[in-house]
């Protein structure tokens, strides 16, 4: 039997956490003093780790503190309510979790606290979990390579499933396949332009797209 792995990124993809993630970017901005960015602006780095989030968004200012802020405020608002899964991809995963070649990964931007949280709240079953604390910040490759490696999944049978160009960069970078998704948070026609090889319109197709790419 060939192993496949499906490996998704985490928020915009498979949950909708833009409203933490924006009201937690205010709070850090708040607690050093400094006006919050543009919501399109914090959306736009969402699925970057956070210090590189900060460095964008922020340079020169004291990071630290901003990160510990962001951290407090977050972790309160995920206790208080997690980011709901999008509408379709718990019925997606549970499908391909039926399949004993199919092995299901998430590599994510968030803490490896944040992603255990999801793990907790949704109960995703996963056979590798790749996470911020442990990696170079998306679109470096290392995560992936790090997923096929766990999961002794060769490239060509690899999926990365994501909303963010950063995602379809890291996926080109690690030589698997690019599958964007368009519920997300970044355009369509942005993740095409990063290198997306194909795009999925709602959860419901995303099985039938895989299938589609493992069997061509």
């Not at 968004?57 to 977050?74: I, V």
């Amino acid at each position: 039997m060939t192993l496949r792995l499906a490996l998704f990124d985490m928020d915009g993809t498979l949950v909708d956490s833009q409203g933490h993630i924006v009201a937690s970017m205010d709070a850090a901005f708040a607690a050093a003093g400094r006006p919050a960015p543009d919501r399109e602006a914090v959306v736009a780095c969402i699925g970057l780790s956070l210090p590189v989030v900060f460095e964008r968004l922020a340079p020169g200012a004291d990071h630290a503190d901003m990160l510990a802020a962001y951290k407090t405020h977050y972790a309160a608002a995920r206790a208080k309510a997690p980011a709901p899964t999008f509408p379709g991809i718990p019925a997606a995963l549970d499908a391909l979790g039926t399949e004993p070649e199919t092995l299901i990964g998430i590599a994510t931007g968030a803490s490896r606290r944040g992603l255990r949280a999801m793990i907790d709240a949704h109960g995703f079953r996963l056979a590798t979990a790749q996470c911020a604390d442990d990696h170079p910040s998306k679109p470096h490759p290392s995560m992936i390579a790090a997923a096929l490696a766990e999961t002794s999944v060769t490239p060509v049978n690899a999926v990365m499933i994501g909303d963010s160009t950063f995602d379809m960069e890291m996926a080109r970078a690690a030589g698997i396949f690019a599958l964007g998704v368009a519920w997300g948070y970044h355009a369509p026609e942005r993740l095409r332009a990063a290198g997306a090889q194909a795009m999925v319109e709602t959860p419901a197709a995303l099985v039938p797209a895989l299938h589609q790419i493992w069997e061509s």
